[in-house]
């Protein structure tokens, strides 16, 4: 069921008329920075009459930040702040707190648009369409089943603690979907965002926050109240709902990029940044006026947005709000939690978190088993998925909103969800203090014993694997270790033998044929590892010549004062012909490429050779540079 909105108040009217005529009209069309003055003060001056629509407080507020709104254009143009960003950051604030109030029934402006944003920035990075395509047809399933699944069993925990049916059912819906902020940010900084475990999460996460917009048109339909309405009335709340979606979708189609090409060609990074902004807050306020929630507006406008033509250029525009938002979102998660609720109703909220988290935990790793994940990550996935997240709070709301949830039951369900995420730290660090360490198997591969040959490579990574093929072309005879179990399989189905072995270790060193071998290749992947395998080398094989792979030229330094013989910075020879192919493409002659590039390597080795008995800014003059020729582009 659906309801209808109240007609619009005077003072949203003034609200957003003051955002258009303060922030986006007189940067999209260029006009003087004191006709924003203008526009700000007669608007000003109405809002300060509408003594009726607005407490004192509050207009004392509204008019203090336009006027700052103001001031910002003002001094943007004039330099003080710069064009790129000053603006836009005051921008952003002066609307949040401008329609605050309008929303604070809602759970807070600042803390809703600062998650929409904030996610609007991951559907940037990700691609909502792309990534759930990712997880193809048998784990998208999957991913469903593991909301409806968790949906359904969590809303029981609410039945059997006493609570009504509709309420249980909107209280494990909001469980259901993960913090997207917190899984987000420690998938990166563990490195795993790009791995497949990770963009497996990614997409589940994505799956999860697009169900905001069923869930929340859930609770319109259970919302109480209706018993006096007719059929005809339901069906008309309903078609009014769907209409709003499907306008709203239309008009992100096919009326976002025309918008955003207009707002381009003027070139002024603020306009785009409001525009992101005012489609958020449009698309909200379109929504709420279709009788549904605006938190399904702003969502769907941070769906839309990441599917428009200008994705990347506004990804770039509000980049830099990142880390402001995120902050923004758990200072505001912060805020929302009542400690004296917890103090009242602990007992309940421990209960609560330790049953729905264990609940959750137990579909997240069924459901992960059921689409051949291994165990391992499986309990991963477990672990950083099991709390509850952000977009409970705006479910929770929208329920409070229309009278699913009381004000008591509504704090009490924040305060589980904010402790389950507050735990979900604690609970990674015990997960990798605790798990077993994964144990390398050994099936197939041979340790060395007793090898000889004329040349001993230790290392077969990507510049090991190259360095051996004139080797092998000559038909040398050679030895190669590696202590990667995957990387001695995969290079197997190449037609490579590999043997399995330590390299900082004496006696791998010795079965491998070190002390009989001519030459030894070090070739390892860490500049440490190097070092240290040279060391070792050089000391107990002092006939056999010493090759090194250098990480830069710090390390090539290093090495040499080791006593490798040669070493290899792994970048300079494919740089310098890297820049030889692009004199190739401005039309120089080949013979002259050539004579470039030999100049280029003697000059740095006259270079290192001063470096080795000065320090690293020994022979800089040698090194050609480009500050008192650098060509700048006409303005």
């Known amino acids: 069921m659906t309801h209808a909105s109240p007609p619009l108040s005077p003072a ?4 957003l008329l003051g955002v258009l005529g303060v922030v986006l009209l007189p940067h999209a069309l260029h006009l003087a920075p004191w006709i924003s003055l203008l526009a700000a003060l007669g608007l000003l001056w109405h809002a300060l009459h509408l003594r009726h629509a607005i407490p004192l407080p509050n207009r004392l507020l509204l008019a203090v930040l336009m006027l700052a709104g103001t001031a910002a254009v003002w001094l943007t143009h004039g330099g003080i702040f710069g064009r790129d960003g000053g603006v836009s950051f005051l921008v952003l604030l002066t ?54 699944v968790c949906v359904a069993v969590l809303g029981l925990v609410g039945v059997a603690l006493g609570y009504p049916y509709a309420g249980s059912l909107v209280a494990g819906a909001g469980f259901t979907l993960t913090s997207t902020a917190i899984v987000m940010q420690m998938l990166q900084e563990r490195g795993d965002i790009s ?30 109240g209706g018993e006096g309405l007719t059929l005809v009335d339901r069906l008309v709340g309903v078609g009014t709902g769907i209409g709003a979606i499907a306008a709203l979708v ?32 449009g698309s909200a306020l379109w929504m709420q006026l279709g009788g549904l929630s605006a938190a399904m507006g702003a969502f769907l406008a941070g769906v839309l947005l990441s599917e428009s033509s200008f994705r990347h250029q506004l990804e770039a525009d509000v980049e830099p709000f990142r880390g402001i938002l995120l902050g923004l979102f758990f200072l505001a998660v912060g805020m929302a939690l009542d400690l004296s609720v917890i103090a009242d ?41 099991a709390q509850g997240g952000e977009f409970a709070f705006v479910l929770y709301s929208a329920a409070f909103s229309v009278g699913l949830l009381n004000a008591e039951n509504t704090a009490i369900l924040n305060a589980i969800v904010i402790v389950s995420m507050a735990l979900t730290p604690v609970m990674v660090v015990l997960h990798d203090r605790l798990r077993p360490v994964p144990k390398v198997s050994l099936d197939g591969l041979e340790a060395p014993d007793g090898l000889s040959g004329q040349v001993l490579i230790v290392g077969f990574g990507r510049f090991g694997q190259i360095a051996c093929q004139p080797l092998l072309a000559r038909r040398v005879a050679i030895n190669i270790i590696d202590d990667d179990a995957e990387m001695i399989r995969a290079a197997e189905t190449f037609g490579f033998k590999v043997w399995f072995g ?110 080795m008995t000065g320090d690293i800014y020994s022979g800089k003059s040698l090194i050609i540079g480009n500050a008192e020729h650098t060509v700048k582009a006409a303005s």
């Open 502 to 611: 330590d390299g900082t270790r004496l006696d791998i060193l010795k079965a491998a044929g070190a002390d009989r071998a001519r030459a030894v290749v070090i070739a390892t992947d860490k500049k440490e590892t190097t070092t240290r395998i040279a060391r070792l080398v050089r000391h107990e094989f002092p006939n056999a010549v010493v090759l090194a792979r250098a990480w830069d030229r710090a390390h090539a330094l290093e090495l040499i004062r080791e006593g490798v013989d040669h070493q290899m910075r792994e970048m300079f020879h494919s740089a310098l012909a890297l820049g030889g192919e692009v004199l190739e493409v401005l039309g120089v002659d080949p013979d002259e490429i050539g004579a470039i590039s030999e100049g280029v390597i003697k000059r740095d080795a006259e270079r290192f050779a001063l470096q």
């Open 95 to 148: 609307v949040l707190k401008l329609l605050e109030s309008r929303t604070r029934r809602d759970g807070g402006l600042l803390g809703l648009l600062g998650l929409f944003l904030l996610l609007t920035l991951f559907l940037f990075d990700q691609g909502p369409l792309t990534a759930l395509w990712a997880l193809g047809a048998f784990a998208l399933l999957l991913g469903l089943l593991q909301v409806a």
């Open 250 to 281: 239309v008009a992100g189609v096919y009326l976002l990029n025309p918008m955003f090409r207009l707002l381009a060609a003027s070139r002024a990074r603020e306009v785009m940044t409001a525009a992101a902004l005012l489609v958020v807050l």
């Open 12 to 15: 949203l009217k003034t609200r």
């Open 345 to 385: 109703n602990w007992r309940l909220v421990a209960v609560s978190v330790a049953a729905l988290m264990v609940l959750k935990a137990a579909i997240i790793y069924g459901v992960a088993r059921l689409n051949k994940a291994g165990h391992p990550e499986a309990l991963e996935r477990t672990v950083l998925m």
């Open 195 to 224: 791995a497949p475990k990770g963009r497996r999460i990614v997409s589940i996460l994505l799956l999860e926050d697009l169900a905001i917009v069923p869930l929340l048109a859930l609770v319109a339909f259970l919302a109480p």
